[in-house]
């Protein structure tokens, strides 16, 4: 009963802090709405290339490799690249190189060579990949011809033929978050982590109010205290990341996929890991260290992790920093269950902050366990 009532004098201490109150829901749902609204170009993943103009030069004299061009061109002629053959005395080269062309063959009995343009990179890596598949069939057709002709002729004609010849599938191919659909889980996240400033005042409020004494006086266990304000502390906490939760979906129409039970099940946990190290921050710093902690760790882990823009992982510093930072596993976990219904990320998630929580919460026990009177 004691730990009820101190847990539900410390949600209504927060609840009365007016500025606590309107920074935990007001700041996500403002960067939501701006960085979501100014930002939703960089999620847009559609791409113009613009004409494709293929310049070529047959130097070939097996007939084999000419009927095959020569079908090759017809192809991609009807897929809209403009084909051209180039004149005598004309450089290839310089046509690339002047943005005349967007690349230049140059096809031979012994192979092709493709000289791509800079200035249409995208164009060029186009026309490569139709070029590279085009010399990859031809080998092969020529190695079967060598070993069974009848039977590579049917086999080439149907791959030829069949759309299907290699088909690609994805698990909810177009199922991919919007600007705002991101920054709904990135603020949701952030705010999340963000409770680890108000746990890390949890006891050192108490003395700054100058109720220490009262609250050390009064007929109530050292843990039952602890306890209560630790549940306390965590309930109005998760009570803010729902709500920024539920707004971010009703109100933004952000998508938070179909697995709500396991999405607040990582969000819960977040903030457990949130208000443990808070704790443990709180009993292994003093007086401004305190707050010089808590406002490195939480800008770097944000920052890190993802909150304000999607961090890439090829490498580099910041993606270095970002798997040490509870917003990346976190995120990655969210989009896993989120976008592709794969639950691994999210228990990934959940098994990190709870081990990283436990590890603090038994840290900050043993720590009031060994103080003497008052441990605020």
Request: charged content about 15%; hydrophobic content about 45%.
């Amino acid at each position: 009963m004691n730990i009820w009532n101190i847990a539900v004098k410390e949600i209504k201490s927060s609840l009365r802090e007016k500025r606590t109150f309107m920074f935990m829901l007001a700041l996500p749902l403002i960067l939501m709405l701006i960085l979501g609204s100014a930002l939703s170009n960089a999620f847009d993943d559609t791409r113009t290339v613009g004409d494709m103009r293929l310049l070529y030069k047959s130097d070939g004299t097996n007939e084999q490799v000419s009927t095959g061009w020569h079908a090759f061109i017809t192809a991609i002629e009807n897929e809209g690249v403009e084909v051209v053959q180039a004149g005598p005395g004309t450089d290839g080269n310089e046509e690339v190189r002047a943005d005349r062309y967007t690349g230049y063959a140059v096809v031979s009995d012994d192979g092709i060579e493709f000289y791509g343009s800079s200035k249409n990179a995208i164009g060029s890596n186009i026309l490569a990949g139709m070029l590279t598949v085009f010399a990859d069939r031809y080998s092969l057709a020529s190695a079967a011809y060598q070993v069974d002709p009848e039977t590579a002729l049917a086999t080439i004609t149907t791959a030829g033929q069949n759309d299907e010849f290699i088909r690609e599938t994805t698990l909810h191919p177009n199922k991919k978050p919007r600007s705002i659909d991101y920054y709904a889980m990135a603020m949701t996240t952030m705010i999340g982590l963000y409770a680890m400033i108000n746990a890390s005042y949890l006891f050192s409020g108490e003395r700054t109010n100058k109720t220490a004494i009262r609250l050390m006086a009064a007929p109530v266990s050292k843990g039952a205290i602890f306890t209560g304000k630790v549940i306390g502390c965590t309930v109005i906490n998760l009570f803010f990341v729902l709500v920024v939760f539920l707004v971010s979906k009703f109100v933004f129409q952000a998508d938070w996929g179909n697995h709500y039970g396991m999405v607040i099940l990582v969000l819960l946990t977040e903030v457990v890991l949130a208000v443990s190290l808070g704790l443990g921050i709180s009993f292994l710093f003093k007086g401004e260290g305190v707050r010089a902690i808590n406002n490195i760790f939480t800008q770097v882990a944000s920052f890190a992790g993802g909150a304000y823009f999607p961090i890439d992982q090829s490498g580099g510093v910041i993606s270095l920093l970002s798997n040490f930072s509870p917003l990346h596993w976190v995120n990655t976990g969210l989009m896993q269950i989120i976008y592709t219904d794969n639950p691994t990320g999210a228990w990934f998630a959940i098994t990190m902050n709870v081990s990283i929580a436990t590890a603090f919460i038994i840290f900050s026990v043993f720590t009031v366990r060994r103080r003497e009177g008052a441990f605020v």
